[in-house]
């Protein structure tokens, strides 16, 4: 069936008798990296595993057969391929599996080393390891970033390593492909870094209680809310009539106050203090005869919204944005925008 010597076919049957044993151990190796990436929070783009086909291992036999004394001096027969998002990943997934297996050093090699113009789709850190799953035998982990696995892919289906001679002039465009998405591969990375950094530096300024220097963003707006702003207004509102207060998310409230005019956590922190009371009194009004027992944790940063856009004049057309903000656009917030103009008229902070 295959143009084999002796040596070689004697290797292939090797293959078949043990390609059942390659097949099991395959699964469980991607399972083990699987569940330690996870384990160490690192997100990937995929795990990929395969056993060598009898075909494709015939192939690579009769190319090269008599490098190979067995079955075992061939290491990819069992291969793996991990894709990562970044750069900077691919050194943390191989720590992963450095501490899973044991790393054939000798054998392993990082093609990101590789200076050549022609070189990006080929920038993988490739080990060769060893499991006592697979006793005798050894395997491949491929490690690369999702463009340099796109890229491999596009630049074989061009067959420009295919030993077709190709005109210089595609060759030169290929290459600034290339390095064009090198730069992107890298650009990605240094950018993940930045924010990261900025994400830290503005935490530090929340925790640290410099408000006004942290510009209003969902980073710094995630932060903010962990200091439980509405925490003291909400329990106060709660004990009106001895409600319990169910937790939701408040961050469409992000869009809310950038909408009044915020651009700093110092602004919403100030309206909050400013506004608290006025908002107490709108929650009174609303809920004191009533006999709800439970409450959104949203009503306080509602209320101090309501109390806000009274109090600066902006009406019925201010609180109606607020709720198209928060409800989506609909006719019936024009009503609810009526009622609540109707309630605070008789309340205290708009009579000041």
């Known amino acids: 069936m295959y143009k084999l010597d002796a040596h070689a076919e004697a290797i292939l049957q090797e293959f078949r008798d043990h390609q059942s044993q390659f097949q099991a151990v395959r699964a469980s190796i991607e399972s083990k990296i699987r569940e330690r990436l996870s384990a160490a929070g690192i997100l990937v783009a995929a795990v990929e595993s395969r056993v060598k086909t009898e075909h494709s291992l015939a192939g690579k036999l009769e190319l090269k057969g008599a490098k190979y004394k067995s079955l075992a001096d061939i290491t ?71 463009l340099q696995h796109a890229w491999s892919t596009l630049d074989h ?29 890298e650009q990605f990375s240094r950018i993940r870094t930045e924010l990261n950094d900025y994400r830290r530096r503005m935490q530090a300024l929340v925790a640290s209680g410099n408000l006004d220097d942290a510009p209003l963003d969902g980073d710094t707006f995630r932060s903010y809310l962990g200091l ?72 306080g940063p509602q209320d101090v919204c309501i109390a806000y856009i009274l109090i600066q004049g902006g009406g019925k057309a201010g609180i109606r944005r607020l709720f198209d903000e928060l409800n989506g656009a609909s006719e019936g917030n024009e009503m609810i925008a009526e ?3 109707e309630q605070a008229k008789g309340l205290p902070f708009m009579n000041q």
């Open 76 to 146: 990819d027969i069992l291969g793996v391929r991990v894709i990562t998002f970044y750069v900077d990943d691919v050194d943390k997934v191989a720590s992963a599996v450095e501490r899973l297996f044991e790393v054939d050093w000798d054998n392993s090699v990082d093609k990101r080393k590789l200076l050549d113009l022609d070189s990006f789709g080929y920038l993988s850190l490739h080990y060769v390891c060893r499991t006592p799953e697979l006793p005798g035998y050894r395997f491949e982990v491929q490690m690369r970033t999702i």
């Open 157 to 185: 289906d061009t067959g420009y390593k295919s030993g077709v001679e190709i005109p210089q002039n595609y060759i030169r465009n290929i290459n600034r492909l290339a390095g064009m998405l090198e730069l992107v591969d």
């Open 228 to 299: 439980d702003p509405f925490g003291r207004l909400n329990r106060r509102i709660a004990a009106i009539n001895q409600a319990e207060i169910q937790e939701v998310s408040l961050m469409p409230y992000l869009a809310v106050f950038k909408g009044l005019g915020c651009k700093t956590l110092g602004d919403v922190d100030r309206i909050i203090k400013d506004c608290s009371e006025a908002a107490y009194q709108i929650a009174c009004y609303q809920i004191g005869l009533t006999d709800l027992d439970i409450l959104s944790s949203s009503v």
């Open 339 to 341: 009622l609540l103009m």
